[in-house]
Nanobody, 123 residues
Framework: QVQLVESGGGLVQAGGSLRLSCAASGRTFNNYAMGWFRQAPGKEREFVAAISVSGGRNNYADSVKGRFTISRDNAKNTVYLQMNSLKPEDTAVYYC????????????????WGQGTQVTVSS
């Protein structure tokens, strides 16, 4: 099993940057693909980015491609989401998720979730 804790959220002006971290507890982190999702008030949880077990492959939602970068450091049991050129529409609670072996874009495909961290982008 994997336990996940997100951090790094906050308030930022449009055009600014934030770096989210997701710290994983457990002994099987290296066998899990990782994903980032977000959920804005009144909306469904949506896919943001995912990364393979080794970090060799990644995937991004069209809305964040070119602005966000997902990465992982397996030695530190941590996955990151670097968010640049933030827009007000990026405002949401951001969640880290883990899935065995291969990444996916559907929230239902993931087995473990963190508690979320709030990102607010002002205009």
């Amino acid at each position: 099993q994997v336990q996940l804790v997100e951090s790094g959220g906050g308030l930022v002006q449009a055009g600014g940057s934030l770096r989210l971290s997701c710290a994983a507890s457990g002994r099987t982190f290296n066998n899990y693909a990782m994903g980032w999702f977000r959920q804005a008030p009144g909306k469904e949880r949506e896919f943001v980015a995912a990364i393979s077990v080794s970090g060799g492959r990644n995937n991004y939602a069209d809305s964040v491609k070119g602005r966000f970068t997902i990465s992982r450091d397996n030695a530190k049991n941590t996955v990151y989401l670097q968010m640049n050129s933030l827009k007000p529409e990026d405002t949401a609670v951001y969640y880290c998720a883990a899935r065995k072996l291969v990444p996916a874009t559907a929230p239902t495909a993931y087995d473990y979730w963190g508690q979320g961290t709030q990102v607010t982008v002002s205009s």
